[in-house]
């Protein structure tokens, strides 16, 4: 009874379960990445992705398609969130309703519609193919936070700004984008790392011709290379690392949709 | 909340502990048969029958778990990594030849009691072709018995393709059906089958012999197989693992390099749609493989195991198998030729090598069963080179980073360094003004 | 003029965005089996799919079955042990409490394939076999962050008196939770159930990866099998066609109300 009435107790099983199912499986990756097949420590599976051609090749590749995708949802997608949060130019809540709804439907249902789209339009499937069902996959990702930031956005800042004579140009690029940077990022974070590990997805929309990062672990791991895939995943967990720190940690903008 | 959804909830709850206690315990082993094989590629029917048919034969009971692959490393390194139980299973040519190599699979012992043995119903070709398998002295036919077989070839639509041209590799780099053409995602096929055909004149002439270059995976020979390949991958749509069938009866594209299997089911799901699609293997060479029953090292039922196969081999469970899975059992012999043979649909062919002499005109399948004069010139596929040819394949398949790729990472990344490096000393010098300012003003307050 | 051209972009990118699927809607109402050719109105491919009647793909139905059990189990359970946390996790303080918040926030970071590769490692590790159970177990570690975030702020809204109160006049912990903390708390655990059983209905990656090789199939790794044997079943396009209808109601009922809301507090 004494536990019961002691509530922060009651956090115990999860953090029980948190660190079976969370914690030891990172440990366990960064344990078999820095183990051979029988067990003893080595650097070996890290000098095999260095001098693996095809691997180093599809790192980069996947890096590049990442990068050219997120630039394209910035683009296209800063623009549609800015005219969204807009009292003025939209009032409208299925429009919003509809650029949230992709984010809930399986990416593999809405690449293979995409892919088959492609077929019957006769388009050769290839790196262009992909960009695009990329950029359809993930566009949804990049609007909703930009949205939800600008829709939060203080408007005396800017109306400040135009007041002491600052031109439209000016007041976009020196109090908008400053603003919405944090959402910027954590669209960034939703779309630039889901596109260097998504498998499945580049080969549906190239026909097996282009293979991203994600595609080469689960190649491995499914191979039962389990050393090599867990060096592999620990990459990009590294890259996870990188990109995280680069998000501005205090603003919270994604998630509850709901 | 409403008390019908909390029973609900409590139901799942207790099935959810259930299947937690469950997967806890285990069964008896000794009448459990572990079998693991491709998926799609049995009549599922015919396990509940082993079942009983084995009850039958030996008085015992026995039940099946039955496991599915789609890669063959992935069964291998569950056998060889992690030591797992599976009584029979049935790797390519080339695993088998593995696993006979590093001992991981049991001799098959043949003798059934009372029970007839029908193991000797394999094609004579089949147990030539085993022979050829390289096992450090052993004889791959005392571990393992064939299950399926077939070649590689070029599936095609007539309608935009002259069955004239078949005849050779070569039709894959004509510039008329750029971004028609799909190759099947197998390196070893692709590579043994055009070395062969490459070195057709070799052969005639006698100066190469056809299981020598089953067994090349010298630099020359790599490299003229990866020059052949570049003269024809701008043509190639994509490199299928699965998916060719369905695109060429879709006619989203007109020409296949593929499996005899995955070919004969494509012909059947076009003829339901009225299409017309054809098989051809080239007659300068290709090459044969076949996939076998095997007992691995861990086997913890041997005996049931060796029923199943046995259960495998009689005639009818072959035909069946045929009809399911659309690929052919290396099972000869009458029966499977008399269901096999259709004289209204096909012209008579040689096929004495794989059904025996009195088989020397029959009306088969050409796609099942290829006439004797091609299978003569196709080889099988040895474990040879694996890094090698890996490596060729994905040179081949390209379409992976290029200049630009590097340019823009660089860019980037110079870019994002740039960046925080720019906003830090912003914020430096900043602090240092204020700083300055701070130091002025106390010492003006000072001066004071 | 300006609102007119926002608009413009605005539908043109949505039009863009739901081509495939519309087109995937519209060949869903014939029989054709190749895609793009149209034979004639039908609704065969529907009855098709509800009485399972369709060429070589029986295990749809059971596809079908496992995701939504294993949606509902995860959902309960993570429901459940996501509340309990959350209540814990409000009363703790310190160090204890940024540790479990870092824990519970990794999942939702790591990409799929991340989270796949970890829980399969770790039932490798373990040597427990892979299927229904690890499925549901690993659906359960992703889905019950999202639950602690929907509760946790419920629990900050509430008056923490109200609890004591109920305690002070006698109620036993138990009885305190059942009478006072849970219906409190109702709106944050029901959001959370949704979210934990939408993602559980769209998981691929992390089901590929922890169901072992009994032959487990939910509806995305169903899929997944089937377009790899090259383009989509007939029957999966109106089941798609379905699915996206019934996500877009959902959303659009709890959706339009909370913005028009919203949009008429802040006027």
């Not at chain 3, 609102?3 to 413009?8: D, L, R």
């Not at chain 3, 509806?219 to 996500?247: C, H, N, Q, W």
Request: with cysteine.
């Amino acid at each position: 009874m004494r536990i019961m009435t002691k509530r922060s107790t009651w956090a115990l099983p999860y953090a029980i379960f948190l660190v079976l199912f969370v914690a030891l499986p990172l440990v366990i990756i960064i344990l078999y990445a820095f183990q051979d097949t029988s067990g003893s420590f080595t650097l070996a599976n890290f000098a095999k992705f260095l001098n693996d051609p095809d691997a180093i090749g599809t790192f980069a590749l996947s890096l590049e398609v990442a990068i050219e995708n997120t630039i394209i949802c910035i683009l296209l997608g800063y623009p549609a969130a800015w005219i969204l949060a807009n009292k003025k130019l939209n009032r409208s809540a299925v429009t919003i309703v509809l650029f949230i709804m992709p984010m809930w439907i399986n990416a593999l249902m809405r690449t293979l519609a995409t892919a088959e789209l492609f077929h019957v339009m006769g388009i050769q499937l290839g790196k262009g193919t992909l960009l695009v069902g990329m950029v359809y996959d993930y566009l949804p990702f990049m609007i909703y936070p930009i949205y939800n930031i600008l829709n939060k956005m203080d408007k005396s800042y800017a109306e400040a700004a135009s007041d002491l004579g600052a031109t439209p140009w000016q007041v976009f690029w020196k109090v908008q984008v400053p603003l919405s940077m944090p959402g910027i990022m954590s669209g960034v974070m939703m779309v630039f790392m889901p596109t260097v590990s998504t498998f499945a997805i580049s080969e549906f929309l190239t026909n097996n011709k282009i293979k991203l990062f994600g595609t080469i672990i689960q190649e491995n791991i499914n191979s039962s290379m389990w050393n090599y895939g867990a060096a592999l995943s620990l990459v990009m967990l590294v890259i996870i690392g990188i990109t995280s720190l680069l998000q501005d940690n205090k603003k919270d903008v994604s998630g509850g949709i709901v | 909340m409403p008390e019908k959804l909390k029973n609900k909830m409590k139901r799942l709850l207790y099935m959810f502990a259930a299947a937690l206690m469950l997967a806890g315990c285990s069964q008896g082993r000794d009448n459990i048969l572990k079998v693991y094989n491709w998926a799609d590629y049995i009549d599922e029917e015919l396990l509940g029958e082993f079942e009983q048919w084995y009850k039958e034969q030996t008085g015992e009971d026995v039940t099946i778990i039955y496991q599915t692959f789609d890669i063959n490393e992935t069964m291998l390194s569950k056998i060889e990594l992690g030591h797992e139980d599976y009584d029979v299973v049935c790797p390519s040519d080339y695993i088998i030849e593995r696993m006979l190599k590093s001992d991981l699979i049991l001799p098959i012992e043949r003798d059934f009691g009372s029970t007839p043995n029908y193991l000797g119903n394999v094609s004579p070709y089949i147990q030539e072709k085993l022979e050829q398998i390289e096992g450090d002295g052993k004889n791959a036919n005392d571990y393992c018995v064939g299950y399926m077989w077939g070649t590689v070839g070029l599936l095609y639509n007539p309608k935009y393709i002259d069955p004239q041209e078949v005849c050779s590799w070569d039709v894959l780099a004509n510039p008329a059906y750029k971004g028609k053409v799909l190759v099947k995602d197998a390196f070893r096929d692709v590579y043994t089958s055009l070395l062969i055909a490459l070195n057709k004149d070799e052969i005639l002439s006698g100066r190469k012999d056809l299981e020598s270059l089953t067994f090349d995976v010298s630099d020359e020979s790599v490299e003229m197989v990866e020059e052949y390949i570049n003269g024809f991958r701008e043509s190639v749509a994509g490199w299928e693992a699965d998916f060719g069938k369905e695109q060429m009866t879709k006619e989203l594209a007109w020409l296949n390099l593929s499996w005899s299997g995955d070919a004969q089911w494509a012909m059947d799901e076009a003829a339901e749609i009225g299409l017309e699609l054809d098989y051809a293997i080239p007659e300068t060479g290709s090459s044969v493989w076949f996939d076998g029953w095997v007992i691995p090292k861990y086997a913890h039922n041997v005996k049931a195991a060796r029923y199943f196969i046995n259960f495998m081999c009689m005639p009818e469970n072959a035909i069946r198998n045929m009809d399911m899975t659309g690929y052919v059992s290396v099972i000869g012999g009458d029966e499977v030729l008399e269901e096999m043979y259709d004289s209204d649909e096909y012209g008579p062919i040689d096929v004495s090598y794989f059904f025996g002499p009195q088989a020397d005109s029959a009306c088969v399948s050409p796609v099942l069963y290829p006439d004797g004069a091609i299978i003569e010139r196709c080889g099988i596929m040895h474990d040879v080179g694996t890094e090698k040819l890996l490596r060729m394949w994905s040179r081949v398949k390209g379409d992976s980073a290029s200049a630009w790729t590097y340019i823009l990472i660089f860019l980037v990344f110079s870019g994002l360094i740039f960046a925080v490096i720019y906003k830090y000393t912003k914020n430096r010098i900043r602090q240092q003004r204020y700083a300055k300012k701070r130091r002025k003003r106390n010492q003006q307050k000072m001066s004071r | 003029m300006k609102k007119f051209f926002a608009q413009c972009y605005i539908w043109l990118l949505l039009v863009i965005l739901y081509a495939p699927i519309v087109f995937i809607g519209i060949f869903s109402f014939t029989e054709s089996k190749v895609l793009g050719n149209w034979t004639g109105f039908s609704t065969k491919l529907y009855s098709n799919l509800f009485t399972g009647d369709m060429q070589g793909t029986g295990s749809l139905m059971s596809a079908i079955e496992n995701t939504l059990l294993i949606a509902l189990i995860a959902a309960t359970v993570s429901t459940f042990l996501g509340t309990v946390a959350a209540i814990g996790i409000h009363n703790m303080r310190g160090r204890g409490k940024k540790a479990i918040t870092f824990l519970n926030n990794i999942p939702m970071l790591n990409p799929d394939i991340i989270t796949g590769v970890s829980l399969f490692l770790l039932f490798v590790f373990l040597h427990v076999s892979q299927g229904y159970v690890t499925v549901v177990l690993a659906h359960i570690t992703f889905c019950t962050p999202y639950v602690v975030l929907s509760v946790l702020p419920k629990l900050t809204q509430m008056n923490p008196n109200i609890y004591e109160a109920a305690l002070d006049l006698g109620a036993t912990p138990f009885q305190a939770l059942k009478k006072v903390l849970v219906p409190m708390l109702k709106p944050g655990m029901i959001s959370g159930f949704i979210l934990a059983f939408t993602m559980s209905l769209d998981d691929f990656a992390v089901t590929f990866f922890t169901r072992g090789t009994i032959g487990l199939d939910t509806l995305s790794t169903y899929i997944y099998t089937d377009a790899r044997k090259g383009g989509l079943t007939p029957e999966l396009r109106p089941l798609i066609t379905l699915m996206f209808v019934g996500v877009l109601v959902l959303l659009i009922v709890i959706n339009i109300r909370n913005i028009r809301n919203a949009r008429k507090a802040e006027e």
